[in-house]
Structures are given as structure tokens and as C-alpha cells.
């Protein structure tokens, strides 16, 4: 580990925040309470995905002030779900562009180094308290028999996480990366996107978030020729997988999505 002089206050996030750091770079220092492998561990992960060419460089472990930290190249813009709140028009535009940056990543194989998809939902799932234990078995059975797959899997890939510069865009905060099946996390950002539109009290806002994710799925499908059946039995396990995550809101909807389960 090394030391050197922290910039400006950039971002606040859950784990960490975000300073400048030298030329070109930023530090994203994290919290005290983050455990050491952990913050290992998203190094791992951001060195195994730098190779796709929608991840940002990132450099060794530091320390600063008794904080641990990950020095990432800067990236510059704005995150796809600003430009989208505040350009509703553009919706077409950025959902194409975001399915496009799914299909290159998913382009990508993967070496070992990542852990297999499949291994953290089957954890995800025999953790879950909110599942009936019948559903719960009919899920990891549903995904004992899904298909492995060696790409690529950003595991939270939704417009907060894409930044764009341009017509340049950047993938960010790869904590959930994995080696899995494409399938697997195009059905993730599918959970994550209608999950976010079912707790909205607006039906305008539900509408835009259900049109912006039909436009991502029918690009994202144009571009791979198959798949749709399979993406379907894929997205009732990840519903129940996700709560795992124990986000209250959402258990009424994730529970409707896994029961859904042919």
C-alpha cells in the first residue's frame, strides 16, 4: 500500500467516497467498516473487467489517514440516468445505446479470476428468508439446470451505473462482477429496472421506465439472435435472488416475479 495527497471531496456513496487524487485519477476511500477483502476483492474484479474496454483503469490498493483505497481512472461525464431524467425525449437514444454497451461487454470471456454467477445466486437464494422453502426449491432447481456461461456479468448494469461522455460511454462500480451466462444479467438489469418503476407512486414515471425497458430489451435481442425464452426462465430466479438484498419495498413485486417460475 501507498500513501500520497488526497484532492478534492468528489461523491458520497454507501462504501466510500470519492476524491480527486493525482492527474487523471480519483480515489474512491472507503468507509471504515468496509471489510479488507472486500475492497480487495473489487480490485480483482476491476482488473479482470479493464480488458472489456468499458471499465475504467484501475491502480494498486492505498492508504490514506487509516482508510483504505482504490485509485480508478477518471471518468468524465454524466451518469445515463441524469441525461435521462432530464432529456425524457432521449429515451429511445439511451436505452439502444445502453443495450449496445450490454451486448459488447457480454462479447467479452473471462478468465477464472471471477467467480462463477450461478455460485453467488444459489447462495442468494438458500438465503433468503422471505421465500417459501417450496419456492425456494423449485428456484434452485430452475438454476441447477440453467446454462453456465463464461462471460462477462456486470450484476448491476442500469443507466446510474453508465457514464457518458459524448458518444463515449464507461461502465461503472463492477462490486457485483462475475463469470456467468448473459442471460443471467440482462435478466438482472430487467429485475432492477421494472423492480425500480413498480415502487414509483407516479404512473407517468412507471410508463417512461416500462418504455425505456422494452426499447433496451427489443436492441439488446436485435443484436443477439436468441435467447428470449431462456432470458424468461432466467429472470423468476434472480427476482428471488435479489431478495436476498432485503430492499422492503420491493419483496411484495420480487415475491409476484419468482413465483412467476415455469
Not at 476491476?46 to 471499465?55: E, F
Not at 440453467?146 to 448491476?156: A, F, K, N, V
Not at 424468461?232 to 434472480?238: D, E, I, S, T
Not at 435472488?241 to 430492499?247: G, K, T, V
Request: aromatic share 10%; charged share 25%.
Amino acid at each position: 500500500m501507498s500513501t500520497s495527497t488526497i484532492g478534492k471531496f468528489l461523491a458520497a456513496g454507501r462504501t466510500a467516497d470519492i476524491y480527486e487524487w493525482e492527474p487523471g485519477f480519483v480515489l474512491k476511500l472507503f468507509h471504515t467498516w468496509m471489510p479488507v477483502e472486500d475492497i480487495e476483492y473489487e480490485y480483482q474484479m476491476a482488473q479482470a473487467v479493464y480488458d472489456s474496454g468499458l471499465a475504467p483503469l484501475v491502480k494498486p490498493i492505498v492508504q490514506h489517514e487509516g482508510k483504505i483505497g482504490l485509485v480508478y481512472e477518471r471518468v468524465e461525464g454524466t451518469s445515463m440516468f441524469e441525461v435521462f431524467k432530464r432529456s425524457i425525449w432521449k429515451t429511445p437514444q439511451l436505452a439502444r445505446k445502453m443495450a449496445d454497451m450490454h451486448f459488447q461487454l457480454h462479447q467479452s470471456h473471462v478468465e477464472s479470476t471471477l467467480p462463477p454467477l450461478k455460485d453467488k445466486l444459489e447462495r442468494k437464494l438458500q438465503n433468503v428468508a422471505a421465500l417459501p422453502d417450496r419456492l425456494k426449491l423449485r428456484l434452485l432447481e430452475k438454476l441447477s439446470a440453467l446454462p453456465e456461461g463464461d462471460r462477462i456479468c456486470h450484476g448491476d448494469f442500469h443507466p446510474g451505473n453508465i457514464m457518458l461522455n459524448g458518444s463515449d460511454g464507461k461502465i461503472i462500480d463492477w462490486i457485483d462482477a462475475s463469470r456467468g451466462n448473459p442471460l443471467a444479467d440482462v435478466a438482472r438489469t430487467s429485475i432492477l429496472l421494472l423492480g425500480a418503476a413498480s415502487t414509483f407512486p407516479n404512473p407517468l414515471q412507471r410508463t417512461v421506465i416500462g418504455w425505456f425497458h422494452a426499447i433496451y430489451l427489443k436492441r439488446y435481442f436485435s443484436l443477439r439472435q436468441n435467447g428470449q425464452e431462456e432470458y424468461r426462465l432466467w429472470l423468476p430466479v434472480v427476482a428471488g435472488a435479489r431478495l436476498s438484498e432485503n430492499i422492503t419495498e420491493l419483496e411484495p413485486w420480487l415475491l409476484n416475479q419468482a413465483n412467476l417460475i415455469r
